[in-house]
Every structure is written in C-alpha cells, then in structure tokens.
C-alpha cells in the first residue's frame, strides 16, 4: 500500500482493464483510514456543505471553506491522489477566474488534481488549467435539464437505462472526446447508465469514473465514505443499503456512555480513578 498513485498508474489501471477507486470525504481522521484502505483517489466534494454542515443547497460552499477542508484531507493522505471540486462560482466566471482559483488550490492544499463540475460547458478551462500544470477531472454527463432536451424521464434515464435517444449518445461521446481533447486526465461521467456508459468508456483513452448513477461498466467508481458507512442521521431510521450503519454504532455507544454517566459509573475510556 506504499507505492504513491499516480495518473500514470491511472492510465495504466484502466489499460489493464482493472477499476479505479475513488472515495470522497472531508476531514483527517476519514482520510487516514480511507487512504490506509488503498484507494486510488481521495475526492473532496463541495457537497460537503449539504451532507456535513447542513447546509441549504450547494451554492453556498465559499471557496475558503474549500481550501479549509482540503487542507485536513491532504494531511491525513499519504498515498492516493487528493482531487478538490471548485465552489459554484470560479468555474463559471470565466477562465481566469478557473485558473487562479485552481492555483489557489494547489498552493495552499497541496491537491493533486482539480474536479470540474459540470466541465463538458467550459472545455476552454479544462485546457488552461492543464497548461497552468494543473491536472484536471472534467465531469459530464446526463441530467435532468438534458434528459429534458430529448424528450426523456430523467429517473429512467439515469436508473434504469432506457434506451437513449441516438442523438443523446452522439452528444455524450462527443463532449467524452472533447474533453479528452482540451487535455482531462480523467472523466466523471454522471448517470452513465449500462447503454451509454461501456460505449463512451470505449470512445476515449483516459480512464472514465462515476459516482452518481454509474456502474461496473465504467472504469471505475467514486462513492462518499459517510454513505458507504451509514454515517448521516438517516441511516438511524432509514433501511438504506450500505456497507455499514455507523450511524446506528455511534447512537448506541453515545446512549451506553449517557446511561454509564447519570448511574454515577465511570466512563470507558477515562483514565482509572485515583484511590
């Protein structure tokens, strides 16, 4: 687990027909254990405003709330890559704004890539992030808003792989190719789905991840380590399938101590009382 990832070792995984993994998290602690796993890539999501600080939509991450969370991710990771997704704002003020937002990234959170929501729009700034030496994970794929364009159900479309709209394929792999073109050394396809997904996978030569709505057709996946774990409060009341249900561990030991407390016991983990 000591051999440090990198994009070669990347391109080499998907060469080889082996999968890529990528976990998103937030904080030290989670990214010592996921990087001790051996995960190829460590993401941190803006999606950390809604899932960790309750916050009302995904507009309001600041960029310096960015830099702050990156900053304990990239401390606690040794070994995989460290990507930061850009705040709703640098990105789509143009590309200078991209850049020096970029730059920022990397000069005081070390990341080793930047994620860029929503890139297949700004293909101009894939590339002048990759001429600053910045390496970039352009995301792209189906939404509501495109699921809308050709006449389709968004849920069926990005779940249960209805047969896409021949147009719809040919946008998709174009926008793959483009942005392999204007130089990403990774795609985030979103809703892939096992109709489009095998097929744009086939259709460039970098490797193509997904979290939301992908699958083993990709060339690998990307899932935030407090779903996979069960750890938001939902999970408390939720039959929701995951690898874990921290959630649930956390309630029942946190009752146990409360319980230990007003018995007038010690705590565990305390140290011994002095006679």
């Not at 060339?219 to 874990?244: C, E, F, N, P, Q």
Request: aromatic residues 6%.
């Amino acid at each position: 687990m000591s051999n440090k990832v990198t994009l070669q070792s990347l391109q080499q995984k998907k060469d080889r027909g082996e999968k890529i993994v990528g976990v998103v998290t937030w904080d030290y602690q989670m990214a010592q254990i996921v990087d001790r796993v051996g995960v190829d890539i460590i993401s941190v999501g803006d999606t950390v405003g809604m899932n960790l600080w309750g916050q009302p939509n995904p507009f309001e991450i600041t960029m310096d709330q960015m830099i702050t969370v990156t900053q304990a991710v990239r401390r606690g990771t040794k070994r995989a890559l460290v990507s930061a997704d850009f705040p709703y704002g640098p990105l789509q003020e143009g590309v200078d704004s991209a850049v020096r937002a970029a730059i920022r990234m990397v000069k005081e959170a070390g990341v080793d890539l930047i994620k860029l929501d929503g890139a297949a729009d700004f293909p101009e700034a894939v590339t002048a992030l990759v001429r600053a030496g910045i390496p970039v994970w352009a995301q792209f794929g189906i939404t509501p808003q495109t699921a809308l364009q050709y006449g389709m159900e968004y849920s069926a479309m990005a779940t249960a792989g209805a047969q896409v709209p021949p147009a719809m394929l040919d946008r998709l792999i174009g926008e793959a190719k483009e942005l392999e073109a204007a130089g990403a050394a990774l795609l985030d396809f979103t809703n892939s789905g096992p109709v489009v997904g095998p097929k744009v996978v086939e259709a460039v030569s970098i490797p193509v991840i997904g979290g939301f709505g992908g699958g083993p057709w990709l060339d690998g996946r990307v899932r935030m380590a407090h779903a996979a774990i069960g750890y938001s409060a939902k999970h408390l009341d939720a039959d929701i399938d995951t690898y874990a249900n921290v959630a649930k561990i956390t309630f029942d030991a946190l009752s146990e101590f409360k319980a230990d407390v007003c018995a007038g016991k010690q705590i565990k983990g305390a140290p011994p009382a002095k006679p």
